[in-house]
């Protein structure tokens, strides 16, 4: 029998980003995280 896993890094890395709103500041955000990985949360700062 042949089975197959899917893995990912357990590393994690923060990124920051700003824009004028919450969807451009989100965009920016997306646009630094690396081929391969997810974006998995986002927090909002005053």
Do not use: D, N, Y
């Not at 709103?21 to 965009?27: D, G, K, M």
Request: charged share 25%; hydrophobic share 40%.
């Amino acid at each position: 029998m042949k089975v197959t896993g899917i893995i990912r890094p357990v590393e994690t890395r923060e990124l920051e980003a700003e824009g004028e709103s919450f969807l451009e500041a989100r965009e920016a955000l997306q646009a630094q995280v690396p081929e391969g990985w997810q974006l998995i949360m986002v927090t909002t700062h005053p």
